[in-house]
């Protein structure tokens, strides 16, 4: 592990279908993180866009852009994404004092990890999480599926394409089986992360919480990237927060304003109402748990699974779940 006082670089690449670390070092090169930037990581589909729009509210107060919310908080390592443009992006809001926020999808050994930015990762119950993934990927239009697939068989030098199965119950086994499918290995992303749960600079954030008590989520997201709560406009935040105002303007909220997918609709596709118990098997289910337990231990699967922590967790870990 290569540190100074403030900052902790990269210690792997981490390169697939849909993910490259290999722009983080583009990034740090043309300045790095600055005091204020925000990074908001997680497995696809745990509620990177939700906790993303949370965030731009609370920076905002409420009021909205005209920007779509990816050109001004991107998905810097996608691994077809168009980073020049993002990086530039990035350095113009550095030079204008703008709070910066990005995302990623990577493992937190595969990011730069500054002491003086702050980092939100997102959790979600997996089961759901692993259906709404196949959602997401089965919407993708057939250009963008052509040129991920092209992108990864230049740099990996296999031709084998990305294809997503129809069957949700089909693709669920094929990503439990293959560590991700080739997309994003959900337990390497948790485990990573949970391991920081502990540091001032990292918040844990769950789906279940977003849904059951956005209100006070916000609350605690914001003083936690320092923004006094009592001077928001906590109503119209919430409003502009919910799902249904969400999906409505999928074209700007959507990542890439949706242009990856068929519809950009579809990206907001059952979201708070998903119910895993009714496309996947029991058998499917309890495979999965069995999974989580092995490969995240009991603390980080309870959590991944609820959003609670179990009783004797560290004080950081009470800290970051209250």
């Given amino acids: 592990m290569v540190t100074n ?11 697939d279908y849909l993910n490259s670390s290999l722009v983080w ?18 497995p696809f589909k745990a509620g990177t866009t939700w906790t993303q729009r949370i965030i ?19 998905w810097l390592d996608s691994s077809f994404g168009d980073h020049a443009t993002m990086l530039a992006m990035l350095k113009a809001q550095r030079e204008a ?9 990577l493992p937190a050994d595969a ?32 250009k963008t599926m052509d040129e991920i697939n092209r992108i990864h068989a230049e740099w990996s030098n296999d031709p084998t394409r990305l294809v997503i199965p129809e069957s949700v119950q089909e693709f669920f086994d094929k990503w439990l089986d293959t560590d991700g499918y080739g997309c994003c290995d959900l337990f390497d992303v948790v485990r990573s992360w949970w391991k920081l749960r502990d540091e001032p600079n990292v918040l844990l954030v769950h789906y279940r919480r977003l849904k059951e008590d956005l209100r006070g989520q916000i609350v605690r997201i914001a003083e936690f990237i320092d923004v006094d709560p009592t001077r928001l406009r906590l109503d119209v935040i919430l409003e502009h927060c919910s799902f249904g105002y969400m999906r409505e303007r999928a074209e700007q909220m959507a990542p890439f304003a949706g242009t990856h997918m068929r519809d950009p609709k579809a990206f907001f596709h059952k979201g708070p109402a998903r119910d895993y118990h009714a496309e996947i098997t029991p058998e499917q289910s309890a495979r ?30 009470r800290r970051q779940a209250a």
Avoid at 97 to 105: A, Y
């Fill in 288 to 317: 999965f748990d069995r999974l989580a337990l092995e490969k995240l231990g009991t603390d980080c699967a309870h959590w991944l699974e609820t959003g609670e922590e179990r009783p004797g967790a560290s004080a950081g870990g």
């Fill in 111 to 142: 990011v730069p990890i500054a002491a003086q930015v702050r980092y939100l990762f997102v959790g979600r119950n997996g089961k759901d999480l692993g259906i709404s993934f196949h959602n997401y990927l089965s919407q993708f239009s057939a």
């Fill in 56 to 74: 731009q509210q609370i920076l905002d107060n409420g009021e909205e852009r005209k920007d779509a919310l990816s050109d001004t908080s991107p």
């Fill in 97 to 105: 004092g703008e709070r910066r926020v990005l995302k990623s999808h």
């Fill in 5 to 15: 006082d403030r900052l902790i670089m990269p210690t792997r690449v981490v390169r």
């Fill in 25 to 42: 070092s583009d990034f740090l090169t043309q300045g790095g993180f600055v005091s204020g930037d925000i990074v908001v990581a997680d």
